[in-house]
């Protein structure tokens, strides 16, 4: 559930909640789909989501994946970070 600009919390099948910060969104364009870019609190653990327009997250395969990591990757030449 996307909760604010820089947060989002999952919520996985235990019910165990985890905040997680986002990096960036972006919408791919040869499909539309929504993609979200996350790390967890400890800023070792990226991880990507699709979301929809209500704001649900879904999982993501392994090409969808690799896809947000080379976004990432991208985004850190770009911003040096």
Do not use: H, P, W
């Not at 990096?23 to 699709?50: A, C, H, I, Q």
């Amino acid at each position: 559930m996307l909760s604010d600009e820089n947060k989002l919390t999952v919520i996985d099948d235990a019910g165990t909640e985890t905040e997680l910060r986002i990096l960036f969104t972006f919408t791919y364009e040869e499909t539309g789909k929504k993609y979200v870019v996350t790390e967890d609190e400890s800023g070792e653990n990226v991880m990507g989501f699709r979301f929809d327009d209500d704001g649900n997250l879904f999982n993501i395969d392994e090409e969808e994946m690799e896809m947000c990591q080379e976004v990432l990757d991208s985004f850190d030449e770009e911003n040096e970070l």
